[in-house]
């Protein structure tokens, strides 16, 4: 494991910078007049400031993922880790990343907002990745390397050898997004991370969890990357009712796996209904809750769709996704309502 220490990998500032102490920091626990943080006395339970650091819902996340509480960040969708990552760890127009292309198109965005050099790897034909290319793509100012596996919009899973490579050799961190992960074939990276310190698993409620309204992402990394990234975070950043909400769904985590059943086994069918329309050029192989499929017109199709009130992703533009829409994979009725336009179109 070649990781650099944390001190040399965050930005100076970061480093030197003392955090905000908020009322609910400086008192934790249970009191019965609570006259610190200059809130209303009426309203409960919203007139309360959330606990800024989400203890019991961390617990409560930890010891269903099998980590330490301290091992898990909590933020306004994976969006806010990945913001906070950047702000961590880049010096603004001198610091770079590596990514995969095509992947998620935050961390592009992301690096943008924080003026920060974005550099691509092109995946190849199966869309997969060779580390020793992302290695070669890397300098010393690289802090950050961006992995989404299962990928998106690919919907593959990265070849674990080449991910693991990475690992044993990159200087800074690695972030693996794995929003889908509950949906595919493999396991979590996340058990691994006293393995790999330079390991961030990024993981959220919004796909198999069935949360994307409640905002709530996860950055599972190592205790000393989380306290960074609580440094830096608004102190409030995860409202009441996501708590709660997020909490509810933790309760129910049997039906989260039958939902996840019913997607995988729509998801098998779909796919074998798609492959038998002329249309359809290529479906790729896919590990997360929808396909990625090479039509004979991605252009007019997606048009098509959209003038019946049936909306999918265009990828068209996309590299290596000529001619490809992205599928997500719906309830039984939604899918044969895509199938039936589809076939009318055929
Ligand atoms: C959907 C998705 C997310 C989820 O983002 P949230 O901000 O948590 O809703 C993260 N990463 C990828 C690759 C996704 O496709």
């Known amino acids: 494991m070649s990781t650099l220490p944390l001190e040399q990998l965050l930005r100076k ?75 961590a760890f880049c010096e603004p127009r001198t610091d770079n990343v590596v990514a995969i292309e095509p992947t998620y198109g935050m961390y592009r965005v992301a690096a943008g907002i924080n003026d920060v050099a974005y550099r691509t790897v092109l995946l190849d034909e199966q869309f997969q990745m060779d580390a020793d290319k992302l290695l070669a793509a890397c300098d010393e100012r690289t802090k950050l390397i961006f992995l989404c596996s299962p990928n998106n919009p690919t919907g593959n899973s990265l070849n674990r050898a080449e991910v693991l490579k990475l690992l044993n050799n990159f200087e ?24 790999y310190p330079g390991l961030v698993v990024l993981q959220t409620f919004s796909k ?46 049997p039906k989260v796996k039958d939902w996840v059943a019913s997607i995988l086994q729509e998801r098998d069918r779909l796919s074998k209904a798609l492959s038998e329309l002329r249309l359809v050029k290529h479906i ?33 533009n996309v590299s290596l996704c000529l001619g490809c829409l992205r ?20």
């Open 208 to 253: 198999a969890w069935g949360s994307a309204a409640i905002r709530l992402g996860m950055a599972l990394a190592s205790e000393s990357i989380v306290k960074v990234l609580n440094k830096i975070k608004y102190p409030y950043n995860i409202g009441l009712p996501t708590q709660q909400q997020a909490m509810k769904m933790l309760e129910v985590a």
């Open 13 to 87: 500032n970061i480093k030197e910078l003392t955090p905000y102490s908020c009322a609910r920091d400086e008192f934790q626990g249970q009191a019965s007049v609570y006259l610190d943080a200059n809130e209303n006395p009426y309203n409960a339970p919203y007139n309360r400031y959330p606990d800024p650091l989400q203890r019991e819902l961390k617990l409560k996340i930890a010891a269903i993922k099998g980590l330490r509480p301290g091992q898990v960040f909590l933020g306004n969708g994976s969006d806010e880790s990945i913001d906070v990552l950047f702000r």
């Open 172 to 195: 800074g961190l690695l972030v693996l997004d794995e929003a889908y992960i509950d949906f595919a074939s493999e396991p979590s990276l996340m058990n691994r991370l006293d393995e």
């Open 284 to 316: 790729y192989p896919t590990d997360a809750n929808f396909l990625l499929v090479r039509v004979s017109d991605a252009n007019r199709l997606y048009t098509a769709l959209t003038e019946q009130g049936i909306i999918v992703r265009n990828r068209n």
């Open 327 to 346: 599928i997500t994979v719906g309830t039984s009725d939604e899918n044969n309502s895509l199938l039936q336009a589809l076939k009318a179109m055929d």
